[in-house]
């Protein structure tokens, strides 16, 4: 199985081109991806989608926005000026999805329980 999910930021506007022959829109752009734990760090995978999907991050995607991807990672080689290989890793995004644009990380929510609340011991069937 190959898929992956990400949510990120763009850490520049995407890059769009079209295709030759058909004229198929290909964006292109990097993702800032949190990564778990304590280390705060993040991940920056490539990041390309094609045809209507990249058309419509063209219209309304650009640095910073919070985005979420779905798709399959892709490996490739190609020799560069000097005649070294070069292996490359992309993720090919199947689904974008834009989030809120005012997303930020809040504190998770407590409630407070009322006063008169009784709690229920009931079996549940499942």
Same mark, same amino acid.
């Given at each position: 199985? #190959?898929?992956?999910?990400?949510?990120?930021?763009? /850490?520049?506007?995407? $890059?769009?081109?079209?295709? %030759?022959? #058909? &004229?198929?829109?290909?964006? %292109?752009?990097?993702?800032?991806?949190?990564?778990?734990?304590?280390? !705060?760090?993040?991940?920056?995978?490539?990041? /390309?989608?094609?045809?209507?999907?990249?058309?419509?991050? @063209?219209?309304?995607? !650009?640095?910073?926005?919070?985005?979420?991807?779905?798709?399959?990672? &892709?490996?490739? %080689?190609?020799?560069?000026? #000097?005649?070294?290989?070069?292996?490359?890793?992309?993720?090919?995004?199947?689904? $974008? @999805?834009?989030?809120?644009? #005012? @997303?930020?990380?809040?504190?998770?929510?407590?409630? @407070?329980?009322?006063?008169?609340?009784?709690?229920?011991?009931?079996?549940?069937?499942?």
């Amino acid at each position: 199985m #190959n898929r992956v999910e990400l949510i990120g930021r763009l /850490t520049r506007d995407p $890059v769009v081109r079209y295709t %030759s022959g #058909n &004229q198929m829109a290909v964006a %292109s752009f990097t993702l800032a991806v949190a990564r778990p734990g304590k280390d !705060k760090g993040a991940d920056f995978p490539r990041v /390309t989608a094609f045809g209507k999907t990249a058309e419509t991050i @063209e219209k309304y995607v !650009k640095k910073g926005t919070a985005i979420a991807v779905e798709g399959r990672i &892709q490996t490739g %080689s190609y020799d560069d000026k #000097n005649g070294n290989k070069v292996y490359t890793t992309d993720v090919i995004a199947d689904r $974008v @999805e834009f989030l809120p644009a #005012n @997303e930020k990380r809040q504190p998770e929510r407590r409630t @407070e329980v009322p006063q008169d609340f009784e709690e229920v011991d009931e079996d549940v069937p499942f």
